[in-house]
């Protein structure tokens, strides 16, 4: 059971996620049916004793050979442009947030307003409660509202590393002395857990990304708190 579910993806949070996945479902029906033609094609040629020992040519089936893959291309190829544009677009944020990289541990300002900056370590497991994941929580999650347009603008102190959500869909590299952004929407209330997904060193696999997504009302008042 816990095998069959490292092969699935987690459940979408955003709409880029969903499309994600819609896009792979739509490649792996494609597939499939390619998959059963050949065998197909296999099996009943390896199974019957037609043979045409004055066969030269077949020119019908080589236009249709050649033809049905370039077909089926087209039809891989445009879903895949729509979901890069979309993946790119960066509409008029509602929030900004800058993710900041470092050795192993993020750090996040809230750009919009003064004086809201944190670090955000893993959880130790002396400090693991009963509800923590194991090298998965954080000491200070990022607060975001659902239903908003969040921009998040990455960048490094030190090496590479790599700002990835994948309920969200996202992910980008935290480059130093460059700023990345990405940009989503969250759509229901919820804990959205990732990871550094660069190799940066010894603690590479020890600096985790916790999103706790609220309502805007709740999220108005944490600012207030934070402020």
């Known amino acids: 059971m816990a095998t069959s579910a490292?092969?699935?993806?987690?459940?979408?949070?955003?709409?880029?996620m969903e499309q994600l996945i819609f896009f792979h479902d739509h490649i792996m029906l494609i597939l499939t049916m390619i998959l059963s033609l050949v065998m197909y094609m296999y099996i009943m040629l390896a199974s019957n004793?037609?043979?045409n020992r004055f066969l030269l040519e077949g020119q019908e089936i080589?236009?249709?050979?050649?033809?049905?893959?370039?077909?089926?291309?087209?039809f891989i190829a445009l879903p895949s442009l729509r979901l890069l544009y979309?993946?790119?677009e960066i509409n008029n944020p509602d929030l900004t947030i800058k993710s900041v990289g470092h050795q192993w541990y993020w750090s996040y300002e809230y750009s919009?307003?003064?004086?809201?900056?944190?670090?955000?370590?893993?959880?130790?497991?002396?400090?693991?409660?009963?509800?923590?994941?194991?090298?998965?929580?954080?000491?200070?999650?990022?607060?975001?509202?659902?239903?908003?347009?969040?921009?998040?603008?990455?960048t490094a102190a030190d090496v590479l590393h790599s700002w990835t959500v994948p309920a969200l869909g996202v992910k980008a590299d935290a480059v130093p002395n460059r700023l990345n952004q990405v940009s989503f929407i969250i759509n229901?209330?919820?804990?959205?857990?990732?990871?550094?997904?660069?190799?940066?060193?010894?603690?590479?696999?020890?600096?985790?990304?916790?999103?706790?997504?609220?309502?805007?009302k709740y999220f108005i008042h944490w600012l207030t708190n934070n402020n």
């Open 62 to 74: 080589e236009t249709v050979w050649t033809l049905l893959p370039g077909i089926i291309l087209v």
């Open 188 to 216: 229901r209330p919820g804990l959205w857990y990732g990871q550094c997904s660069e190799i940066c060193g010894a603690n590479h696999s020890f600096m985790p990304i916790v999103l706790e997504s609220i309502p805007m």
């Open 112 to 154: 919009d307003f003064n004086e809201i900056e944190f670090d955000s370590y893993m959880l130790p497991n002396s400090s693991l409660s009963q509800e923590h994941f194991r090298l998965l929580d954080v000491d200070n999650r990022t607060v975001l509202p659902i239903n908003a347009q969040i921009r998040i603008l990455i």
């Open 6 to 16: 490292n092969l699935m993806f987690q459940n979408a949070a955003s709409p880029l």
């Open 49 to 51: 004793k037609m043979t």
């Open 86 to 88: 979309l993946l790119d």
